[in-house]
């Protein structure tokens, strides 16, 4: 069974970090995963925050979190980070690890995490 499962969040002062970890299993080695995080903050829509290939090789960044947040990708493996620096007030919500599956370059499906909250506040 494919498991999508989410580490870390919490809750930070403002200029804080924290560090988000998202793992994959269950995923045959024929199966190429892309990631990425999104995050939902109450009442307002579920935006993309980070995204990252399956190789891990090339990213991607929402505007307001670039130079901030960092998204990474253990080598070999279907195991992500997002290192979040400088946290601000806005960043709080809940977040979302997102994988793609595909093979031979045809896309599969997806699955979601169940969440990690991160508040920040003084």
């Known amino acids: 069974q494919v498991q999508v499962v989410e580490s870390g969040g919490g809750s930070v002062q403002p200029g804080g970090s924290l560090r988000l970890s998202c793992a994959v299993s269950?995923?045959?080695?024929?199966?190429?995963?892309?990631m990425s995080w999104h995050r939902q903050a109450p009442g307002k829509e579920r935006e993309l925050v980070a995204s990252?290939?399956?190789?891990?090789?090339?990213?991607s960044y929402k505007d307001s979190v670039r130079g901030r947040f960092t998204v990474t990708r253990e080598n070999g493996k279907n195991t992500v980070h997002l290192q979040m620096n400088n946290l601000k007030a806005d960043d709080t919500a809940v977040y979302y690890c997102?994988?793609?599956?595909?093979?031979?370059?045809?896309?599969?499906?997806?699955?979601w995490g169940q969440g990690t909250q991160v508040t920040v506040s003084s």
């Open positions: 990252i290939s399956s190789s891990g090789g090339s990213t």
């Open positions: 997102n994988a793609v599956f595909s093979r031979i370059g045809v896309r599969m499906g997806e699955l």
């Open positions: 269950g995923v045959s080695s024929s199966t190429t995963v892309d």
